[in-house]
């Protein structure tokens, strides 16, 4: 059994500034790799054969993204732009190149927005209307949809002494105006802030009467900037801009200072959204008086501000795309199969005992991962149900099936991770409402997040209690199980299982693990487990031993493990990295990183997948986990990887997750030896391939035919 890739072509090794030598060793740049895996997404929002709708989901998913960034990443950068941090991670020239690298993404958001999109839209039907293009009767029914349902929600705030700039929020659309003439006081404060509500749509459909036969929608911004005046009776509305405000959102709580984490965390929450400022976005015609203005009054240096071609939040544009009915505009739709290894009509239980099953998500549905949980609920002989959630989402079927379980009598033990970033609110939800009806709720462990996903189920046979367990890549959550790939691992194997029962013991009591027979588990010994693997495979390369790693994940940037695959590498061991998101790791350096690939697939689905294969001669091994390959996950979370053993399965997911992706030609990316990232087939010299549109042509349900026109 062993995986077979192409290597791509040596470029030569370029001095970039991408680079840095922090005692790092040449490693990429994290921030930078981001952006990078950034600049791969919005590839798909300029692809002419993709659907229109689905550009402009994409150029959403990007701005969302970038939200993200501002919201986690920048806060170091702007500390060090004040002054110099002391380790040389973060200073003032990190800064203004990660600024120049953001400033031409975002350039180019816009321009693909307003001189590509924009018209592919009208092309198809699709209009976003200016004031200025709008005819006497769609103004008339503006001015109505603006006084009925704007104009009583908005609050202008002239500011003056007794006035101060008001608190905005995180990423809260607002205006500021600069006033003519004199206040009903005499007083000539020529400075207003309008804060705009987020209940309000941020983009509004017009009657079909008014469309003339088309899809017309108009900008809540433009609304609002046509009828200014009517908010300052009496002055002069002069320069004027929207503007919206990124905060750091990094939620930080002392855990070892806190009684109750809970209600600490829920504490912060409240506090999230008034962060320190990290960017700032105006029009693209914003004054600079304005602007400076607003610069000092967030204290932001000039790198951070953002001057835009349209809407300061382009993700709100999602919303009309699900006002819109116009599935010609979209992929066609998806519809996955049933896990084919999971046979309804027999129980699930009586399955496992002969035979473990995996699914490939979402190619095969997360129907599967319910109809496990389903059965355990059901089954008068289950006993008792664990079960990690780490994003569980705010509708979750799951979560109804654990309070079923409780309903009937079984004992149910929870770890809710709280910490989970942009999700505590929800989890602390969950975690309430699972208490509340008399659920075991732990909240793992003070300093370590649990990310870790695992679901055991406990059930008498005979005169003894037998386990079942679930484990999986990805998340326990429906919603995005429709479009992450990742696999789903059934199993009744009494070792892996009792392995699984102690993880929740070591996060629930806190006890000590005992030694683990089949889990690698992070803190402990994930880390150094990987790393003996890594080395055991060199060691084998360098007795001129066939041998190959193949890893695919998320993201790579955990220092140990990087020069653990370098000096592999040097060994002579081929290794094929498949990494979604960042990656340090320089690939194909001559004299360094000769026998190192690494590429990243950017498609319809979102990689999510952590696979890690090591062959030796004939012999292969292959973990699949929830951690990827960072230093928090290795070091700071609870997590696990867990072997195949069946190597019928094995082979599966070699073919589906390795092999494929090894040989797509249409989605994936290589990094090049200068530290950028090149299309592969670019010149479209070679046979088109994509490993997601073979899977999903593999597991896809058929559905009624559906016209993909990109617009």
């Avoid at 190619?363 to 389903?374: I, N, P, Q, T």
């Avoid at 088109?688 to 349900?701: P, R």
Wanted: proline residues 4%.
């Amino acid at each position: 059994m062993t995986v077979h890739g192409s290597s791509d072509s040596v470029s030569h090794w370029t001095t970039s500034k991408a680079f840095h030598d922090a005692g790092r060793s040449h490693l990429l740049d994290r921030d930078h790799s981001l952006v990078a895996f950034n600049e791969r997404v919005f590839s798909w929002a300029a692809r002419p054969d993709v659907p229109v709708l689905e550009r402009l989901r994409y150029l959403c998913i990007v701005s969302s993204n970038l939200d993200e960034f501002f919201e986690v990443r920048a806060e170091p950068h702007l500390t060090a732009k004040r002054a110099d941090d002391r380790d040389g991670t973060y200073t003032v020239e990190s800064f203004q190149r990660l600024s120049v690298a953001l400033h031409q993404l975002v350039h180019r958001q816009y321009a693909l927005y307003n001189e590509s999109l924009l018209p592919a839209l009208e092309q198809n039907g699709v209009r976003i209307i200016s004031h200025g293009d709008r005819n006497a009767a769609q103004r008339l029914w503006v001015k109505q949809y603006f006084l009925r349902e704007v104009r009583p929600l908005l609050i202008p705030v002239g500011l003056d002494p007794a006035h101060p700039f008001p608190q905005v929020a995180n990423k809260a659309l607002n205006f500021i105006v600069r006033l003519g003439g004199h206040d009903a006081f005499g007083r000539s404060n020529e400075i207003a802030i309008v804060k705009v509500p987020r209940v309000l749509p941020r983009i509004i459909r017009l009657p079909d009467k008014l469309a003339g036969g088309k899809a017309v929608f108009v900008a809540l911004t433009s609304v609002i900037r046509a009828h200014l005046n009517e908010l300052f009776l009496g002055r002069t509305v002069g320069q004027f801009s929207q503007f919206r405000v990124t905060r750091h959102s990094d939620l930080a709580v002392d855990e070892d200072d806190v009684q109750n984490l809970r209600t600490a965390l829920r504490q912060g929450l409240v506090h999230r959204h008034y962060g320190e400022a990290v960017r700032l976005e105006v029009s693209s015609g914003c004054s600079e008086h304005l602007s400076h203005f607003l610069l000092k009054q967030f204290d932001l240096p000039e790198l951070s501000l953002f001057r835009v071609s349209g809407p300061v939040n382009l993700v709100r544009l999602t919303q009309m795309i699900d006002l819109l009915d116009r599935p010609d505009l979209c992929f066609a739709p998806y519809k996955p199969c049933f896990p084919r290894q999971m046979d309804l009509a027999v129980n699930v239980f009586e399955q496992l005992k002969h035979s473990d099953v995996v699914f490939h998500q979402p190619y095969e549905s997360f129907d599967g991962v319910l109809a496990f949980l389903r059965a355990a609920v059901n089954d008068p002989d289950v006993l008792a149900i664990k079960q990690t959630i780490y994003r569980a989402g705010t509708d979750s079927t799951m979560m109804d099936l654990l309070r079923e379980a409780v309903r009937k009598g079984k004992e149910v033990t929870v770890v809710v991770e709280l910490k989970a970033r942009f999700d505590e609110e929800a989890n602390i939800n969950w975690a309430e409402m699972l208490e509340s009806i008399g659920a075991q709720v732990v909240y793992g462990i003070v300093g370590l997040k649990t990310h870790a996903k695992m679901l055991l189920v406990t059930r008498r046979e005979g005169r003894s209690l037998k386990r079942y367990a679930h484990l999986s890549t990805g998340n326990y959550n429906p919603r995005t199980a429709k479009l992450y790939t990742d696999f789903s691992y059934l199993t009744a194997d009494p070792a892996l299982t009792a392995d699984i029962d102690n993880v929740f013991l070591n996060v629930a009591s806190q006890i000590k693990l005992p030694r683990m027979q089949r889990l690698w588990v992070a803190p402990f010994y994930l880390h150094r487990r990987l790393i003996e693997k890594i080395e055991q495979v060199a060691q084998a390369a360098a007795l001129q031993k066939d041998t190959r790693i193949v890893v695919k994940m998320n993201a790579l940037t955990d220092e140990a493990l990087m020069h653990a695959l370098i000096k592999a590498g040097q060994q002579g061991v081929q290794i094929d990295l498949i990494v979604r998101g960042a990656c340090m790791l320089p690939a194909q350096v001559p004299g360094w990183t000769d026998n190192i690939r690494v590429r990243s697939v950017i498609g319809r689905m979102l990689e999510h997948s952590r696979v890690f294969y090591f062959r030796i001669g004939q012999e292969d091994e292959l973990y699949l986990s929830s951690a990827d390959w960072m230093n928090r996950n290795m070091l700071r979370r609870v997590e696990i990887a867990w072997p195949v053993t069946d190597a019928r399965i094995r082979q599966r997911i070699v073919d589906e997750c390795l092999t494929a992706y090894l040989c797509d030609t249409k989605d994936a990316w290589s990094l090049q030896a200068n530290g950028h990232y090149q299309r592969v087939n670019a010149d479209g010299s070679a046979e088109v391939h994509g490993a997601q549109e073979a899977l999903m042509a593999l597991h896809g349900v058929a559905t009624s035919p559906r016209s993909t026109t990109a617009g």
